[in-house]
């Protein structure tokens, strides 16, 4: 699903926010994304992504080179990938059935499959019955779990998560993480960058670790292990 291969970042200015990094994520894998602030794991994902384009290396989706992938074509790459954000970055004018909706409506699929999709979505989270509500009556799980749904709308076959657990108590951690476990179990890959370490020592997943840029785990290792 992905494969990163000597990958460096350097932003202008001369910061080097990742340095040859190397590993892979297998199609329906879960792995976390761990290290301390700044060690680059935002980069990384943004990377996956196509918000920034590496300095050296080459990253693979689904085995095409994001080298080789123009501007114009990136919406495309992107629609195989729902992200998750901390602040889960829904938009307070449109109810939360618009803002599931959001991904589909730019897509320019038909109405009619739209509001299916959202419904479904909005079903997998729990959400169903707050669907003409504003995303600021809700709590702060609920207002992730929103996220969420927009992120699997079209189900995706990659979800990436930034630190989505950031502004969660653990118990409501716990079930977003039972979440992105379910749509897992469903086939779809998974890459949760956290610093939560409690919670991913409560799970038998894969971490990759960055330190100041560099993946100091070895994923071969954890596996013998
Ligand atoms: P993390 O997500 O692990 O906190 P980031 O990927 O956000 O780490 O940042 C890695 C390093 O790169 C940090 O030192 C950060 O300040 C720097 N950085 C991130 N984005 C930019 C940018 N757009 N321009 C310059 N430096 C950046
Ligand atoms: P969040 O916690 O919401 O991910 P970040 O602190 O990672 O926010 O960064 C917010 C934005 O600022 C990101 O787009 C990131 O790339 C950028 N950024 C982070 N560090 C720097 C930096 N040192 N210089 C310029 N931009 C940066």
Same mark, same amino acid.
């Given at each position: ?146 996220? /969420? $749904? @927009?992120?699997?709308?079209? +189900?995706?076959? %990659? ?5 989505? !657990?950031?502004? &969660?108590?653990? =118990? ?27 919670? /991913? $020592? @409560?799970?038998?997943?894969? +971490?990759?670790? %960055? ?5 100091? !785990?070895?994923? &071969?290792?954890? =596996?013998?292990?």
């Amino acid at each position: 699903m992905i494969q990163f291969e000597n990958v460096s970042k350097t932003y202008p200015g001369g910061h080097r926010a990742l340095e040859k990094v190397s590993f892979e994520l297998a199609d329906g894998e879960l792995a976390f994304l761990t290290g301390h602030s700044g060690a680059g794991k935002s980069t990384l994902l943004k990377l996956i992504s196509v918000m920034e384009r590496p300095s050296a290396g080459h990253v693979y989706i689904n085995g095409v080179n994001l080298n080789v992938v123009k501007n114009r074509q990136i919406p495309y790459v992107r629609r195989d990938i729902g992200i998750i954000f901390q602040n889960h970055r829904l938009l307070d004018r449109y109810n939360v059935f618009d803002n599931v909706a959001l991904p589909l409506v730019i897509e320019g699929m038909h109405h009619k499959n739209i509001t299916k999709r959202v419904h479904a979505a909005l079903d997998k989270v729990g959400l169903l019955n707050k669907v003409k509500c504003q995303p600021s009556t809700l709590s702060g799980g609920e207002q992730q779990r929103v996220g /969420i $749904a @927009r992120a699997i709308v079209n +189900s995706p076959p %990659l979800l990436l998560a930034d630190e989505p !657990t950031g502004n &969660l108590d653990p =118990e409501l951690s716990m079930e977003i993480l039972k979440l992105f476990e379910d749509f897992n179990r469903h086939g779809t890959a998974v890459l949760i960058a956290t610093h939560d370490l409690g919670l /991913i $020592a @409560r799970m038998k997943y894969k +971490s990759l670790t %960055l330190d100041h840029g560099r993946l100091i !785990t070895d994923p &071969l290792a954890q =596996e013998v292990l």
